[in-house]
């Protein structure tokens, strides 16, 4: 008795060494009757030791013998265990690896015989020894049984290292052929009449095609059917359907012994909207007439693989030249890239860092560049054709497409991730891609990997390792060598042609690829540190100019600012170190010209562009632009120079806000684009409108300095009226003002309306002084009188005039005054003033409502431009910005007096009172706010793409891309964006005649 403890402690500590983590469980499993023969055995625990989970792999062993029918069964597995290594090896390994074939031994507890031989056809086994295994097959219940069997021996072999993991993957889809095969046989028995009417190929795409397939997941196919000599094409198509229908059943259906896998033909032409079967005729006309460019993507990896065999090549032979033109498709790389994030926009967020597959850096990330770039250059490169990942990878680095350390890295994180999602799936035969939490898990599969320090931590360092290099050389792979090409780098590998290198570019979406290689090896050539840091830095940018509308202007503005800021040493320090500035800049580069045109004159405002503590993108407060303004009016030798300074400002936080509208709308990679398009509106409208009240304020200071010193004798204040009151200037809006103006005390009238009116004239010419910058045009026609009257009148003035004189349309427009720059007391006391004409305490009567439906539909018949698409017309068109703010502006001219939340001048937060209020329903408020928005955001789109002010969509392609891009379509959608507009204006014209012209008392 005293002698058990001791021989139990030595016992437990041999079992910790070796693995296990539940050492008492083991002790008991040892001393169980089965395995009696072997307690004693040390082999036996070193066998068990090398597994990947000890505790798993000594209970299914314990299980297995359990399992055997008779003690002469149980005594033949201990002897084999014993005597034959290889056995013990393979049959433990599986056991530590995979409770799935763990349980398939428990029912049929004689297919451990299937991992003693060890011959060389055991080894290295192909589509016939599979056929060869599942030959006893007649149904599908034992053809799963089959099934499991021969992945047994699969399986046996990987989880020894006897097959590396690209031979692994091709055996498995070895064995899927061979039971795609054996399921068509089946089907083919059971309704002979059909087989001799068709000639059926099955054709495996995806994983399978490409000889690369995952333990568990869905077999991609196509089939392809023709008529046998002497039947009706439609019939033969019939029976071949319903063979094709059977075969999917039977590998897909779940019996007692589970199923194999599911069969997916949802890439065949228009998925599974589309016949299951088709002709090689009707394929090919789908693939010349309407296929994507995905599907010529997927066609990269076809393969026949079961039943017609020679129908199944001919197939193969007639799509090939079809998919090596599909680079020549407008919009290829595009339609590629954009796909690839589609995927990862749909992973969801709980698992984004969980996906071994389709996540940043994941098996994706390899087979999209490797497909992309198989592709473009495949056309004249046959050797590129082939359909394995790992296979086209080394062909593209043998010809010098992909650089050759490059592509060992992502051959090595390829082999990996792949590793890695073989022994995940193993464990339970389930069709996952997601990294397990349990730590049990991650520590069978660290030490399935040959992690065995510290399983769990050194799995997770090694991922995330791989993971970082996929991710890295996934933008590199395709600008890369580009600019190895063009910077003739002694890189000791081979170098793209300069035809390959145009090829690559035009690919790319690049209109003009000359120009662009030369814009690269001005860049990229030299060995200054400016070029090293630069040839860093382009890959990455390529990809995002790429990513634009206008990849050549991306290229060119870079090359323009860097040659201004080159030799500036935070420059390319800001570039390299700061996470958001590269990205930043390559988006505002190539987004249009108002940006880049800003930056040229400022090219240090590339400083606004990075995350840390130099300024970033927030627009600044109106109280701190008026203070640095003010600042630099004072420093400034005169007027003219003072304002030219104020410019200065308003030039860079232009900039500023141009640029944060402009990432907001592309979006990051770390922050997707802006959810809330209003939110972006309101951004640049107010920013915009904030900074134009800083010049001016800066400008008025100006010539008050520059004539009276700090004496002008009289108080002056300018409202801003319009989008400028409303706080919703766009980049090219003109800003609406009136001018007011009360005599100090003791000045005489005249001498004060003398200085008025000065102030007023020089403001405008100093305004006007011809400069590059976008012009500040400022506009006083709404004033008493409009153009007829003063432009600047004391307040007692324009209470006289407003008391005797003023139209219904000067009360609609007064609902827009603001107070912008000036006296802050004046402009109180003259808002003061018009408050009782804009929110008049009876509301509207009903003949200055007809009055203003008169006015709107007038200026919708005469001041539309000629020749204009009016539906398109974003500021006069139906549904267009007009309608809605007229819309608002009769509900807060009717109400404002009772609702004080109607008493605003910004259009959405009118908007959004009148539906607190009751006087608009949710959805009609709803269906305005989205046109104006919309409509906003298209004005402010013309003029960042054009540079230009315009309140319709440019006809120029490229620039037309250009906004589409901005407001958030992709290549090849430009029809979406302008059927969307089209929409969204035509509901809330809807709304409008309903509320506008509808009935008089609403």
């Known amino acids: 008795m005293t002698a058990a403890p001791g021989r139990r402690s030595s016992t437990f500590t041999r079992l910790l060494r070796h693995g296990f983590t539940d050492a008492s469980a083991a002790e008991r499993l040892l001393d169980s009757p089965e395995l009696a023969p072997l307690r004693d055995d040390p082999v036996l625990l070193e066998a068990l030791g090398a597994t990947a989970d000890p505790d798993l792999a000594l209970l299914g062993l314990v299980r ?4 055997q029918q008779s003690p002469g069964a149980r005594r033949e597995l201990l002897d084999t265990l014993i005597a034959a290594k290889p056995l013990r090896d393979r049959l433990l390994g599986v ?3 995979s409770t799935a074939l763990a349980d398939h031994l428990t029912r049929h507890p004689d297919d451990w015989q299937a991992l003693v031989m060890y011959e060389a056809y055991d080894l290295h086994p192909g589509v016939q020894e599979f056929e060869d ?4 097959a007649t149904d599908p219940v034992s053809l799963r049984v089959a099934y499991r069997r021969c ?7 990987d989880v020894c290292g006897t097959t590396g993991l690209a031979e692994s993957a091709a055996e498995l889809a070895d064995l899927a052929t061979a039971t795609l095969r054996a399921a068509l046989a089946l089907a083919e028995a059971a309704a002979p009449e059909d087989a001799e009417q068709c000639r059926l190929a099955v054709v495996a795409m995806g994983k399978c095609g490409g000889h690369e397939l995952n333990y568990v997941s869905d077999v991609d196919v196509i089939f392809v059917g023709e008529a046998t000599e002497g039947t009706d094409e439609t019939k033969a198509v019939r029976a071949a359907t319903r063979l094709a229908s059977h075969m999917m059943r039977i590998c897909s259906e779940t019996t007692v012994e589970g199923s194999i896998w599911p069969v997916d033909a949802n890439l065949r032409p228009e998925g599974r909207n589309g016949p299951l079967v088709r002709t090689l005729s009707s394929h090919l006309a789908y693939y010349q007439r309407w296929a994507k460019t995905w599907e010529f993507q997927a066609l990269l990896k076809a393969r026949p693989v079961a039943g017609d065999l020679d129908l199944g090549e001919e197939y193969v032979a007639a799509v090939q030249p079809l998919v090596w033109k599909a680079a020549e498709r407008e919009n290829f790389v595009p339609d590629v890239q954009k796909m690839r994030r589609r995927v990862v926009e749909n992973i969801p967020v709980a698992e984004v860092d969980r996906q071994l597959k389709l996540g940043p850096g994941g098996l994706r990330d390899v087979e999209f560049a490797v497909q992309l770039l198989q592709l473009v250059h495949g056309r004249a490169d046959t050797s590129l054709r082939s359909g394995t990942t790992l296979d086209a990878l080394g062909a593209l680095a ?15 994180a390829y082999r990996f991730l792949r590793s890695m999602e073989h022994r995940i799936q193993l464990f339970r035969l389930r069709r996952t891609h997601l990294v397990p939490e349990d730590e049990a898990d991650l520590r069978r599969i660290g030490r399935s990997l040959g992690l065995r320090t510290d399983p769990v931590a050194d799995l997770h360092r090694e991922w995330r390792r791989h993971a970082g290099v996929v991710r890295r050389l996934h933008e590199k792979l395709f600008y890369r060598p580009l600019l190895d090409a063009v910077a003739q780098l002694a890189t000791g590998e081979a170098r793209l042609s300069t035809e390959a290198a145009r090829e690559r570019m035009v690919a790319l979406g690049y209109a003009d690829p000359a120009s662009a290689l030369r814009h690269l090896e001005a860049l990229a050539s ?12 382009l890959p990455v940018l390529l990809g995002w100019f790429a990513d634009s509308a206008d990849p050549d202007a991306g290229l060119l503005n870079f090359r323009k600012v860097s040659d201004a800021l080159g030799k500036t ?17 390559a988006r505002v580069l190539s987004a249009g010209r108002l940006a880049p045109d800003l930056l040229m004159r400022a090219p240090e405002a590339v400083a606004l562009l990075g995350d840390g503590d130099g300024g970033g993108l927030d627009p600044r407060p109106r109280a701190h632009l008026e203070q640095e303004t003010y600042a630099a009016v004072k420093r400034a030798d005169g007027a003219a120079q003072a304002v030219t300074a104020a410019r200065g400002v308003r030039r860079r936080e232009l900039f500023r806000t141009a640029a944060a509208d402009i990432v907001g709308s592309y979006g990051t990679e770390e922050q997707p684009a802006e959810a809330d398009q209003g939110a972006l509106v309101d951004m640049v409208g107010g920013a915009v409108s904030d900074l134009t009240a800083a010049t001016l304020a800066g400008t008025l200071r100006a010539v008050v300095r520059d004539g009276w010193g700090d004496d002008l004798p009289t108080r002056f204040a300018v409202i801003g009226m319009g989008r400028f009151g409303g706080h919703e200037l766009g980049y090219g809006s003109d800003a609406d003002v009136l001018f007011v103006h009360e005599p100090c005390d003791g000045v005489d009238e005249r001498e004060a309306s003398q200085a008025a009116n000065k102030v007023v004239s020089e403001m405008s010419r100093l305004l006007q002084i011809p400069s590059a910058d976008p012009p500040l045009l400022i ?4 004033r008493p009188e409009g153009k007829s009257g003063p432009l600047v009148r004391t307040l007692t003035s324009y209470a006289a005039y407003y008391r005797r004189w003023a139209l219904t349309w000067e009360s609609h427009a007064l609902l827009r005054a603001e107070p912008v720059a000036g006296d802050a007391d004046l402009g109180r006391r003259f808002i003061e003033l018009i408050d009782p004409l804009r929110y008049p305490a009876d509301g509207l009567a009903d003949e200055a409502v007809r009055e203003i439906r008169r006015l709107k539909a007038r200026m919708e018949s005469e001041r539309l431009p000629r020749g204009a698409d009016p539906k398109l017309h974003a500021k006069l068109g139906p549904g267009g910005l007009s309608d809605v703010e007229w819309t608002v502006q009769l509900m807060q001219l009717r109400h404002g007096s009772a609702v004080p939340g109607l008493r605003t001048t910004r259009t959405r937060e009118a908007l959004a009172a009148a539906r607190a209020a009751g006087l608009i329903t949710e959805e009609d408020a709803a269906t305005l706010d989205e046109a104006w928005v919309l409509a906003t955001r298209v004005r402010n789109a013309v003029m960042l793409v054009r540079g230009r002010a315009g309140d319709t969509f440019p006809s120029d392609p490229r620039e037309l891309a250009a906004v589409g891009r901005y407001l958030g379509y992709g290549p090849g959608h430009v029809g979406d964006m302008l059927d969307a507009y089209r929409r969204t204006a035509r509901r809330a014209r809807g709304v409008m005649e309903e509320l506008f012209y509808g009935a008089a008392e609403r």
């Not at 295994?133 to 006893?136: Q, V």
Request: aromatic letters at 4%.
């Open 526 to 537: 030299g060995v200054t540190r400016k070029a090293a840091i630069q040839r860093t830095l």
């Open 779 to 782: 506009d006083a026609d709404l």
């Open 569 to 585: 040493p935070w420059y390319l320090r800001l570039l390299r170190d700061e996470g958001a500035a590269a990205q930043n800049l």
């Open 133 to 136: 295994g599942l030959a006893e």
């Open 398 to 412: 043998a010809g010098g497409y992909v650089g050759r350390s490059d592509a060992a890295q992502l051959d090595d």
């Open 95 to 97: 056991l530590g690896a």
């Open 151 to 157: 992945l047994l021996s699969i399986a046996a072999r």
């Open 64 to 67: 297995l013998l359990e399992a």
